[in-house]
């Protein structure tokens, strides 16, 4: 697969060469589409060059100059940087997120710390919910100099991730690890803390801002009749009472309401607590729900059952009313007056949640949408001087990696708010797609599949996702095709006619003797991954004709010797 010659792209070279040049092949950065699909704003693509390399603990400091949580990540996120990845044209997207694991359980394992290389700011800043948004923003806030607080109101750290994500997918020890690197750091996390007015809070600690981070922890409710109801059930509660050792006793027969991620894992969960049956019942077909595709994917494997296009009417003792539905032209579902009864012992409602904003509502110039997020500007900040908010407390997509990205930039904009600044984001590097590519010399190596635990031993929650080894976390993070960024493969040196690429050492990439190059663009045809541009020469000359009117060569060339 070659780029195709077209003149009028805007990564095409200009046609012709010879004694009169007309450009000159600049080494340059493109975006790859990983780092930009990323959430939290990861150098995806930096790396993994560094871990094909084996380079691994310098892999893990760029990873973690962007993500404190890489074995959190490497198991719960749904990595749209892999959606996005470009060797899906060829074979399948790099496994990204096993990489990612691999460098944090790597990091836990050898007690690996990022430098704190930032002098003391000798400012203080409140951050109020220890989750994932909020102990990034501790953490990045950590490391540009300031002293950090978190008064958490649970009993432990980690917010939805411990008490929302069950333990097969993110085992307790691995989260904890990470988070206790957090404290390691200087970030103090007070537990049993609950912020009920912030500004006496923050007066009285003497802080100079305060970042809001609380959860979704509250359970959205739907107006369903229910008498004699065995055992109905919020899902958040749920799964928080089973991650903090509840034993429930659901019966044989399992109803979980909802298409989300939390009703996927409130099935599974069912499962594993005894159910003989989980059924998922929703009221779209799979094409509409909103979990994402693989977590529906392992529900199912493990047995978890699915009744699409029905909707719960009323809950009588062990029975329930159902409603078939129909999808309208805009895929909403409509009552078709179709009634169905199903048994079950147990109903669980997984129907959304939202978050409990109410104690900001006495802070002056706080906004909040209908839903109770509240409004933030472009620099995170609320409508009240100093106090920032993110995570599930802004209208967003509800995730761990988009609550740590909020974290991050939040981080970023507290600190120059300190400091008297405005930080402002630095412009994204033209993006590269596919076609711009040029792939003659790669070859298709099948992507290495994580090792699970098997189907009949899914009865506890030990984790079921296993990861890689070394070998194959190696082996993987070589799949990547460095889209847009020079790895130094030397083709552009090899295939210079006019030997005017120099090499400036391992890691320095190159550069062009202009004195040689005639820019005829054989370096950029030759560039696997597009980090070469042909630019107009900077430094036109005058055409120079012989005495037939021919071009002849600019005095600057010389020969080779």
Known sequence: MRKQADATRSHAPAAGTGAWRRQLPNWVAHLPPCNAACPAGEDIQAWLDLAQAGRYREA???????????????????????TSCNRVELDAAVSIHAVERFLGDLAAAEGWTPPVDAKPSGKRVLIVGAGPSGLSAAYHLTRLGHAVEIHEAGPLPGGMMHFGIPAYRLPRADLMKEIRRIEQMGARII?????????AEKAAGGFDA??????????????IPARDAARVLDAVDFLRGVSTGERPRLGRRVVIYGGGNTAMDAARTA???GAEEALIIYHRDRAHMPVHAFEADEALEEGVKIKWLTSIKEVVGPSLTVEVMELDADGRPQPTGQFETLEADAVVLALG????????????????????????????MTGHQGIFAGGDMVPSERT????????KLAARHIDAWLRGAVYHKPPKHPPISFDMLDLPVFLEAARRREPE??????????????GLGEPEARFEAGRCLSCGNCFECDNCFAACPEQAIVRLGRGRGYRVEPDLCTGCGICFEQCPCHAIEMTPDARPLAEQLGSLGEPIAPHRFRLRE
């Open 453 to 466: 635990l098997p189907l009949a031993a899914r009865v506890s929650f030990a984790e079921v996702v296993q």
């Open 353 to 380: 949640q939202q978050t409990d904003s109410g104690f900001l509502k006495g802070v002056p110039g706080v906004e909040f949408k209908s839903d109770g997020t509240v409004v933030v500007g472009p620099d995170m």
């Open 271 to 273: 499962k594993r607590l």
């Open 400 to 407: 761990v990696t988009v609550a740590v990205g909020h974290g």
């Open 210 to 223: 305060a970042f809001v981070a609380i959860g979704a922890h509250v359970a959205k409710h739907v107006d």
């Open 191 to 199: 537990l049993n803390h609950k912020v009920e007015d912030l500004l």
């Open 60 to 82: 893990w400091e760029t990873l973690v100059r962007d993500n404190p949580f890489p074995a959190v990540h490497g198991r719960v996120c749904y990595h749209p940087c892999e």
